[in-house]
């Protein structure tokens, strides 16, 4: 795909490589406005509803013509069988000229096509049409030979007739001629309009009121779409859809239910969930709670820093409107664990330099100190002055190094403490920690999580009755950093959010967001393990991180 912005609010032109899904659609209906498409699909509807209801009348028509008229030309058939010229006359020779009064007679009161007298052997012996004297007929189908009435459809010269039969009987009971009457079925046409003249004029009437419809609601849609036809509509929606899915930053749209209406490529790879989540609520799809929290909450929020278990994102929410009313949310996302990882390393620097400027400060007040008394002439004091901060610096360096053997993490710890004293805050290590050398890149994370950790503790114990951090470091099983410190604790509803929003209580932080927390648990989820804050018996907190994969070389 390639996208390019020329003039940004008047030319937009996309080309996608691939064809449009919407292309078939869109090449049917060019050229065809929407109030067309509208008046086709009516006409369409109505042509199809005309043929069933004529397929519907034709049957009806031919069903009700078979019973109706079945009956009728039964009882002409027995008319002409009781007559009384008919049972004197059926075998006579002449038959055909006397008793041709009798069947014309029939043909024009029931308004049949044919009346005849058959002999049982199915010879014409009388007929309505002369033509058809002494002709052969097929007797197969009816029951009159077997001395019972009957009606039912037969082919007379080739034209599919209804018929009705009824046999001249003697008083023993012998068939002794029949009487058949029948008549044409009439045509489909003579069916739909003898029987549908009424419904199809309701028909024309509801297709003109359906064109009416038509129209009016194919110029209410197009008011709503701007005057935009079908192909426009397709197209737009096509180019919508390769701008989200294209830009680098993740969008999530969420209604005012909590339902998830838009989902592009970046956002589904930045929270970890599939397209199938858009129309679920964002509490079902297995978001990270802050998420969810963030993304269900009512307010307008910018830039609010989030670390899940694997990311740490920078999300902006603003409330979406239509015709004036809130529709939802959209929410921008970006990924900013690179720049978070980045500022940790910055913060090491930092830690550094405020580590080697406190020491400068120390020495340059020491190296005045020997000064006044070399000047002096207190050569003993010098020696005893030196001494003590010699073995000062042993004690700490020694305190340290006995039980971290990893030399990068026991280097932070002196720096630390170095760094906490300036404060006024004691660090010490638990006298039962044991750490073994650690990987490069192992001690590199450790770092960063012992580091936020400690300076998160002497933060906010600085002004304490009795300023103290305690670290504890055991790798007996895994790798596991507990840092207490003497500060107010935190309270238990906030101890999720401060490491899912980088809360801090530094105020020359930016709009008061931190990152360190986050930073803590985004390296503990990384090694597959967790972070967790009590309450320190006697006041403050205690930071336990866990690292159960984490295992220190021989």
């Known amino acids: 795909m390639c996208v390019t912005d020329s003039n940004a609010k008047e030319d937009l032109v996309i080309k996608n490589t ?56 039964i009882a002409v058939a027995e008319n002409v069988a009781s007559t009384p010229v008919v049972r004197d006359r059926y075998d006579d020779p002449a038959a055909a000229q006397t008793l041709a009064p009798e069947v014309d007679r029939a043909v024009a009161l029931s308004g049949a096509g044919l009346a005849e007298i058959i002999d049982p052997a199915g010879v014409v012996r009388a007929s309505s049409d002369p033509s058809r004297v002494g002709r052969q007929t097929d007797l197969g189908l009816t029951r009159a030979d077997e001395g019972r009435a009957w009606f039912g459809d037969g082919d007379i010269d080739g034209v599919h007739n209804l018929i009705g039969q009824v046999p001249l009987l003697s008083s023993s009971g012998e068939v002794l001629a029949i009487a058949s009457v029948s008549e044409p079925y009439p045509s489909v046409w003579g069916l739909v309009s003898g029987a549908g003249e009424r419904l199809l004029f309701y028909l024309g009437i509801g297709a003109a009121l359906g064109m009416l419809a038509s129209w009016l609601l194919s110029r209410r849609i197009k008011r709503h779409t701007g005057g935009l036809e079908v192909a426009e509509i397709a197209g737009l929606a096509d180019h919508r859809e390769a701008l989200l899915h294209s830009i680098r930053e993740g969008v999530v749209a969420v209604n005012n239910e909590g339902g998830i209406t838009l989902l592009n490529d970046s956002a589904q790879e930045l929270l970890g969930v599939a397209g199938t989540a858009v129309g679920r609520r964002v509490d079902e799809v297995g978001l990270d709670p802050a998420v969810v929290e963030f993304l269900l909450s009512g307010e307008d929020r910018r830039d609010v820093v989030i670390a899940t278990r694997t990311r740490v994102l920078a999300l902006n929410r603003r409330a979406t409107t239509s015709a004036g009313r809130r529709i939802g949310t959209v929410t921008t996302m970006r990924d900013s664990t690179e720049l978070a990882a980045l500022q940790a390393q910055l913060s090491s620097h930092k830690s550094v330099t405020d580590t080697l400027r406190a020491q400068t400060h120390e020495f340059a007040n020491q190296l005045h100190t020997i000064s006044g008394l070399v000047q002096l002439g207190e050569y003993d004091a010098v020696r005893d002055l030196v001494g003590d901060l010699t073995r000062r610096r042993a004690e700490i360096s020694d305190a340290v190094t006995r039980r971290i053997s990893d030399p990068a993490v026991a280097a932070l710890l002196i720096a630390k403490t170095t760094l906490a004293a300036e404060s006024g805050v004691a660090l010490h290590i638990d006298p039962d920690s044991h750490l073994g050398a650690l990987d490069p890149a192992l001690a590199t994370d450790v770092i960063t999580l012992l580091g936020n950790l400690i300076d998160n503790a002497v933060d906010v114990s600085v002004g304490s009755g009795v300023a103290r951090v305690v670290v504890a470091i055991a790798d007996s099983t895994g790798l596991e950093v507990s840092v207490s410190d003497s500060g107010p604790g935190v309270p238990e509803h906030l101890r999720e959010a401060i490491f899912a929003r980088g809360v801090t209580s530094k105020s020359d932080v930016p709009g008061g967001r931190g990152i360190g927390l986050a930073l803590v648990r985004l390296v503990t989820a990384q090694h597959g393990g967790s972070v967790e804050v009590t309450d320190r018996p006697g006041g403050g907190a205690t930071f336990v991180a866990r690292l159960p994969g984490v295992l220190a070389r021989a």
Do not use: M
């Open 18 to 73: 691939d064809h449009s899904r919407w292309a078939p659609v869109i090449r049917a209906l060019s050229g065809r406005s929407l109030a067309g498409q509208f008046l086709a699909f009516q006409l369409l509807v109505v042509a199809v509803v005309l043929l069933a209801v004529a397929g519907f009348s034709v049957a009806e028509s031919t069903r009700e013509f078979r019973d109706v008229r079945g009956q009728r030309l």
